[in-house]
Nanobody
Framework: QVQLVESGGGLVQDGGSLRLSCAAS????????RGWFRQAPGKEREFVAA????????VYADSVKGRFTISRDNAKITVYLQMNSLKPEDTAVYYC???????????????WGQGTQVTVSS
């Protein structure tokens, strides 16, 4: 069974940090690009960051550039999202995904996790 499971969400104060993890099982996820998306209440799901399947090149949404860092373990199974200098507008459910390319287009991603809530209080 294909699974992506996020963890690490929670409540943090404005300016704080969190690290999200996305563990993969059931497929050879080392051959997939991985991405993070988020969805705030009443808003559409938006791209956050992605990392390529081969050399590990990364891409970020402008809103998180310089504050968030996407990385992965050597086996390319677990992907992380280090979030620093968090703001209330970062509050959302964060989803990890796996697909062919490290792009911002959600339709590229075939596999999705269930999401983890991140709440930033002001």
């Amino acid at each position: 069974q294909v699974q992506l499971v996020e963890s690490g969400g929670g409540l943090v104060q404005d300016g704080g940090s969190l690290r999200l993890s996305c563990a993969a099982s059931g497929r050879t996820f080392s051959s997939f690009a991985r991405g993070w998306f988020r969805q705030a209440p009443g808003k559409e799901r938006e791209f956050v960051a992605a990392i390529s399947r081969s050399v590990g090149s990364t891409v970020y949404a402008d809103s998180v550039k310089g504050r968030f860092t996407i990385s992965r373990d050597n086996a390319k199974i677990t992907v992380y999202l280090q979030m620093n200098s968090l703001k209330p507008e970062d509050t959302a459910v964060y989803y990890c995904a796996a697909g062919a390319f490290a792009v911002s287009d959600a339709t590229n991603y075939n596999y999705w996790g269930q999401g983890t809530q991140v709440t930033v209080s002001s």
